[in-house]
C-alpha cells in the first residue's frame, strides 16, 4: 500500500490530506478517508563519522521490540543520488517508507544525517505526528582523525573532511535555533555502549517508554 495513492480511486496524492482526522488520508480525489497511523519519526542524525552507523546496530537490542531502527544509507542507491532540491528525492522516499513501516504499530528510529530544513518543508512530513532530532556530534580535531582514517575507498579527501567539520559547526551553532530544534549528544569520550544507553534514554523520553 503507498501512502500517497487512494486504495479507493487509484489516483495519486502529492500532498498528503490529513484533515480528516488524527490517524486518517483524505483523498483530494474523491474525498474518501482511509485509515493511516501517524506516528513520531525519531532522526538519529549528525555528522560523519559521529558514531551512527556504529551505534544503529547496538540500539537493534535496546529497541527492537517497541521501534524500527533504520540506517539511512539503505536507500542510497544510484536512483536515489538526485543532488536536486537538497537530495529531495531520497529524503522523501525515505520518509514515504517510514510512514508506511509504521502501520506496523512502531515508530521508526533513523539513523543517518537529515536535520530539518530537509525534511520539515516536505509534503510527506504531514504522514507523522512529528518529526524529533538527536545529533551525534564530535570534538572537530577527533572527527577530523576518524575521518582520514578511513579507507581510501571511501572516499575522504580534505575538501571533504573541512565540508563535514563545517556541517557540524552549523549544526551546532543552530540547533536551538532550528524548527523544531535539534537536541545534540556529543560522543567525543563516549563509547558506541554509552552512546546507544544515551540515545535510549532521549527516545524514551521523546516517544515514551515500554508500559
Not at 31 to 47: A, D, H, K, N, S
Not at 100 to 123: F, N
Not at 152 to 166: F, I, M, N, S, Y
Request: glycine fraction near 10%; charged fraction near 25%; proline fraction near 8%.
Amino acid at each position: 500500500m503507498h501512502p500517497l495513492i487512494c486504495t479507493h480511486c487509484g489516483e495519486w496524492d502529492g500532498v498528503p490530506d490529513t484533515g480528516g482526522g488524527e490517524h486518517l488520508l483524505r483523498c483530494s480525489s474523491c474525498g474518501l478517508t482511509r485509515p493511516f497511523l501517524r506516528l513520531p519519526l525519531l532522526c538519529v542524525t549528525g555528522p560523519s563519522g559521529t558514531g551512527k552507523s556504529t551505534v544503529a546496530r547496538k540500539l537493534l537490542d535496546r529497541l527492537g521490540e517497541r521501534f524500527v531502527v533504520l540506517e539511512q544509507d539503505l536507500l542510497w542507491v544510484g536512483g536515489l543520488r538526485d543532488p536536486a532540491e537538497e537530495h529531495r528525492l531520497f529524503r522523501s522516499t525515505w520518509l514515504r517508507t517510514a510512514a508506511m513501516v509504521q502501520q506496523s504499530g512502531r515508530p521508526v528510529v533513523l539513523c543517518g544525517t537529515v536535520a530539518p530544513p530537509e525534511l520539515e518543508p516536505l509534503p510527506e512530513r504531514a504522514l507523522f505526528s512529528g518529526i524529533h532530532y538527536l545529533a551525534l556530534t564530535c570534538d572537530p580535531g577527533v572527527l577530523a582523525g576518524r575521518l582520514r582514517a578511513r579507507p581510501a575507498w571511501r572516499g575522504w579527501d580534505e575538501a571533504r573532511v573541512a565540508e563535514t567539520l563545517e556541517h557540524q559547526e552549523w549544526l551546532v551553532t543552530e540547533a536551538g535555533r532550528l524548527r523544531p530544534p535539534v537536541t545534540l549528544l556529543d560522543t567525543t569520550e563516549a563509547g558506541p555502549g554509552e552512546t546507544a544507553a544515551a540515545i535510549h534514554r532521549w527516545v524514551d523520553a521523546t516517544a515514551g517508554p515500554a508500559d
